[in-house]
Each structure stands twice: as C-alpha cells, then as structure tokens.
C-alpha cells in the first residue's frame, strides 16, 4: 500500500489533470478533483503522515470518527465517535450495542484514502481516465509494483514529493521536484512494462505529459 500511495502525488499530476470540475471552488489548481477530495473529509480522505504501510492502516480506520450508523429507521446519524470507541464501549456507547462485523466493514466502505486495501490495492487517485487510455495508468502502476527491487528504485525517486498531495494538486508539473520525479517514474514503468508495446505507450504519455506545461495555476 505505501509502495503505491509513496508515489501518487507525482503520478496523479501525470494522469489527472482536472483543472475545472463542476460545482468546484473558485481558483485554478491543476487538479480541482485532488482538491475536492483533500478538503471534503479530511480525516476520512487524507491518510496521516505517520502512517506509511499497510500495517498502519487498522489504527487509522479505528481512530476515524463514524460517518454514520445503518440502522432500520431513517436515522442513520452518528454520535461523535470513533470505530475504536465503539469497539471500546460495545453495549455502554450512545449507540447503545456493540460493532458488528458488518459495522465495521462499513466504516471501512468510508473511507477514501488515495490508496484503499479491499483484499487488493484499489489505487483511488487514478480512476476516471478518458476511455483511450485507461490501461496506461494501471500499466504504470503494475509496472512500478512488479518486484521488490522495482518498488525500492520507484520508492527512492518518490521520496521527496512522497506527502506533496496538496502542493501538487495546485502547481502540477510547475513544481520541478514534482515533474523531476514524474519522468523519473515514467521512464521506470517504461523500463519494466509487461510488453514492449506498453512500454511504447507509456514512453509516449510520458511525452505528452511532462513535456508540455500545465494550465496557469493560481494561488487560491
């Protein structure tokens, strides 16, 4: 999981570029949908800086207020309380009764960090790609996952943007550390595809993308 989230502020910036989203927020970021998701719920979208792997993952999720409680009537509001205050308190809570297994795989279902483990990585901040290049992405990623000496080369390059969600939803690849690196794991990917065609492709969006400047950006 950290392996695929460490590098995600660059390759967000590479595969979605949104810089005007319906019902958005005044102010020219390069991704206004980044942005959205940063400031909805932050605690919800915005997996903390301490936490790196998946291992960190159940304390996160548990320390997570409630969304809500499904219940039969039409009230589903939650008291102010974590999942791990739940567990806790069981019966003794405001909710009255104990999580069941269904409960927390709900609270679970609430959550929207860029990556989400569902029993496999659901990589969240490259979905919704035009239909012609869907499988660019996916390819980057899996290429960039491959193996342990992959991963550890792809981990380096992302080192310094590694937490930079924000800075690079705004700038984009205006930000040299951020365009630095976007080409340094494109060409990684490229390197490793599962074919040459794809790496081909990959080369290709690779140009498309870092070569060419992103919209102006402003500072709201």
Known sequence: MGHAQRGGSCLDRDVRRVPR???????????????????????RTDFPQQHHSLSDYPEW?????????????KDWSAP????????D?????????????????????TLFPPVRPKGFFEVRYIDQQP???????????AALTSNPAVISQARDIAEE??????????LGLTEPAVKRASRRLLALAAEHADSPELAREIDTFAGQRTCHPSPTVGAR
């Open 161 to 170: 943007t590694a937490r930079w969600w924000l800075r690079a939803a705004r």
């Open 61 to 73: 999720a548990l320390n997570t207020p409630l969304l809500c409680v499904r219940c039969d009537g």
């Open 21 to 43: 989203i319906a019902g958005g927020v005044p102010g020219a970021w390069v991704s206004q949908r980044m942005r959205s998701w940063l400031f909805l719920d932050r605690q």
């Open 131 to 141: 239909s012609d290049q869907w499988h660019i992405p996916i390819a980057v990623v």
């Open 89 to 109: 308190e069981g019966a003794r809570s405001a909710i009255g009764r104990a999580p069941t297994v269904s409960d927390v795989e709900y609270h679970l279902t």
């Open 80 to 87: 102010p309380l974590t999942l791990g205050q739940w567990v």
